[in-house]
């Protein structure tokens, strides 16, 4: 069974960073593209931030660059998430997803339960 | 990026009504379109892939059509387990970017 758990969410004040963390079994993160997908209070879903299987591919929307950085540890077979310098906006449920190409297609096949990161002070 | 444009962005329909959700892209995207189901608390799920193509285990009553820029999501009967908001997602280029999401309710 595939399973994506993202984890390190939680209440911080602007200017304050987060580590999240996305830990995946039945499923090596190594050999996949990954994106990090956000979904704010009452909006839609918005990708944050992607990177490919050997890492040589890494891109971050624009409301991100500069103050996100995503990682990943193979070992450990884990999608990291280092957010620095919050702002408010940035307050929504994190999902870390896999975009897989199945039969000529591409698709966010598998995704976590999300983690919810606040910045309020 | 490629821009996407669903519509309505929330439609009230009852249980057995057929229901339809339409989705536009801002450039042809080939039928490199998905749609995803996503509950409250819950991860996302994908439903159909590739505007027509049936995700494993996702019930036939979900049925997707479309080519170029323009799409379609139909229930073609409402179930309870179906209230929802639902996204389309392009899949033609990266970043994939989705739509505005369709809230499905009573």
């Known amino acids: 069974e595939v399973q994506l758990v993202e984890s390190g969410g939680g209440l911080v004040q602007p200017g304050e960073s987060l580590r999240l963390s996305c830990a995946a079994s039945g499923i090596t993160l190594s050999s996949s593209w990954m994106y990090w997908v956000r979904q704010a209070p009452g909006k839609g879903l918005v990708w944050v931030s992607r990177?490919?299987?050997?890492?040589?591919?890494?891109k971050y929307a624009d409301s991100v660059k500069g103050r996100f950085t995503i990682s990943r540890d193979n070992a450990k077979n884990t999608l990291y998430l280092q957010m620095d310098s919050l702002r408010a906006e940035d307050t929504a449920v994190y999902y870390c997803?896999?975009?897989?190409?199945?039969?000529?297609?591409?698709?966010?096949?598998?995704w976590g339960q999300g983690t919810l990161v606040t910045v309020s002070s | 990026d490629i821009q996407m444009t669903q519509s309505p962005s929330s439609l009230s329909a009852s249980v057995g009504d057929r229901v339809t959700i339409t989705c536009r892209a801002s450039q042809s995207i080939d039928s490199f379109l998905n749609w995803y189901q996503h509950k409250p608390g819950k991860a996302p799920n994908l439903l159909i892939y590739?505007?027509?193509r049936l995700q494993s285990g996702v019930p036939s009553r979900f049925s997707g059509s479309g080519s170029g820029t323009d799409y379609t999501l139909t229930i073609s009967s409402l179930q309870p387990e179906d209230f929802a908001t639902y996204y389309c997602q392009q899949s033609y280029s990266a970043p994939r970017t989705f739509g505005q999401g369709t809230k499905v309710e009573i």
């Open positions: 990177i490919n299987g050997d890492e040589s591919i890494i």
């Open positions: 997803a896999r975009d897989e190409f199945n039969g000529g297609w591409f698709a966010f096949d598998f």
């Open positions: 590739g505007a027509s």
